[in-house]
């Protein structure tokens, strides 16, 4: 949504492996997201970089060779949005006048990179609690299905994706 309401309307995703549940969650937030504004999510603009910068770079440089590349792209990580904003910078493209990126973590490095990165923050400590309190529970109960938690997310707004 941040993406769309900054102006951008060819927004790209670069997904971790495909099958693990991060990279399918965010995959899916992404294209209801834009699904909900009535903007395409076409096949080309979706690609998975294993969690790897070198390989979203790669896929960053495959989106800005299409003949409609997109204007922002969306990464499951923010170490993956480091390799995608390193693509558009080595294309001779601007951070984000030409293409927004947007990643999901807040590691450490987002405050860092030039021009910083705008990311989803996720509670860690909740996370790890979630995670310790489902162990337990799949140990103490094996015969039951495993719990579904949702851990709450902030959007952290810097520069990689202001307005046009």
């Not at 790209?12 to 009535?38: M, T």
């Not at 790669?58 to 499951?76: G, I, R, W």
């Not at 030039?114 to 109960?141: G, I, K, Y």
Request: charged content about 25%; hydrophobic content about 45%.
């Amino acid at each position: 949504r941040h993406l769309v309401e900054s102006g951008r309307k060819r927004i790209a995703f670069i997904g971790g492996r495909g099958e693990e549940r991060p990279s399918v969650d965010r995959r899916f937030g992404y294209q209801s997201e834009l699904k909900r504004w009535g903007l395409p999510t076409p096949d080309e603009y979706v690609a998975m970089a294993r969690w790897l910068p070198k390989l979203a770079f790669e896929a960053t440089q495959t989106f800005l060779a299409l003949p409609e590349p997109p204007d922002a792209v969306f990464c499951a990580s923010d170490v993956m949005a480091i390799g995608a904003m390193a693509a558009i910078e080595t294309a001779g493209l601007r951070v984000p006048e030409d293409v927004a990126v947007l990643g999901f973590d807040d590691i450490d490095y987002a405050r860092l990179v030039e021009p910083s990165l705008t990311t989803v923050r996720q509670n860690q400590d909740a996370l790890a609690e979630a995670l310790v309190t489902a162990m337990h529970h799949l140990l103490e109960h094996p015969q039951e299905p495993p719990r579904v938690s949702v851990i709450p997310v902030e959007l952290v707004v810097r520069e990689s994706s202001a307005p046009r």
